[in-house]
């Protein structure tokens, strides 16, 4: 398995617990929107701790970028990336991923689980071919929605924003069940892309497959 050992560029925040990380592109290194790698840090025994990330940039920027969620309540690899400087190294290895754009239909997200979506809206943008695509994103409070301005700057009114724990004028509070995919979808012959915490995960597909999607048109990450 091939190992590229890149440069950490930047490291700008997101949210309070999210940030872009801006990483050096290796000669040759491609990918398709959606698709992740798996990251290590090049400093002792963390160099062993591979993580998958999905890449946020498109493949013509001349830098890599993650959009990565820290996790503070325990030393793991996320806590690590988030005291890293610029400067600092990764090493990024083969690239995979089964979430790719597969045609127009609605994406369903929680919290991190958004950012495979990342790459394919801003290659849908940038193509002009967002079309009708619609994104559900499923959040615990206001400040945990991760590029709240750019999904609305795209999408419009096809970002529907839900808040599990807060309520906030503009915003549903409410989670993602049934009643709520009832409201929310009014084509269920469409592709479906779900990306989120696994029991999530499964609990969507379980649904969408009652109101009549096709599992053929079911995406999620395996």
């Known amino acids: 398995m091939e190992e590229h050992v890149v440069k950490i560029l930047s490291i700008e925040p997101v949210t309070h617990n999210v940030n872009h990380y801006k990483i050096e592109?290796?000669?040759g290194y491609s990918f398709i929107p959606g698709q992740a790698t798996e990251v290590a840090i090049n400093k002792g025994t963390w160099k062993h701790e591979r993580r998958p990330f999905t890449f946020t940039s498109l493949n013509e920027w001349d830098h890599l970028e993650?959009?990565?969620?820290?996790?503070s309540d325990h030393d793991g690899v996320t806590?690590?990336?988030r005291q890293l400087k610029a400067g600092d190294e990764l090493l990024l290895h083969d690239v995979w991923g089964a979430i790719q754009y597969k045609g127009e239909g609605t994406f369903i997200a929680g919290g991190a689980g958004v950012t495979p979506f990342i790459a394919i809206f801003r290659q849908l943008h940038k193509d002009h071919k967002l079309g009708n695509n619609k994104?559900?994103?499923s959040n615990k409070?206001?400040?945990?929605?991760?590029l709240r301005d750019e999904f609305t700057t795209m999408l419009?009114?096809?970002?529907?924003?839900?808040?599990?724990q807060e309520k906030k004028p503009g915003y549903d509070n409410h989670k993602i069940?049934?009643?709520y995919l009832k409201q929310k979808v009014d084509d269920f012959s469409r592709q479906f892309y779900i990306c989120g915490p696994d029991p999530m995960v499964k609990d969507v597909q379980g649904i969408l497959q009652k109101l009549g999607?096709?599992?053929?048109l079911i995406t999620i990450e395996v």
């Open 66 to 71: 993650f959009t990565i969620k820290s996790y």
């Open 25 to 27: 592109k290796p000669a």
């Open 79 to 81: 806590n690590q990336l």
């Open 135 to 137: 994104l559900i994103f």
């Open 156 to 164: 419009g009114k096809n970002f529907i924003n839900t808040l599990t």
């Open 177 to 179: 069940d049934e009643q």
């Open 141 to 146: 409070e206001y400040r945990d929605i991760i």
């Open 213 to 216: 999607a096709a599992d053929n």
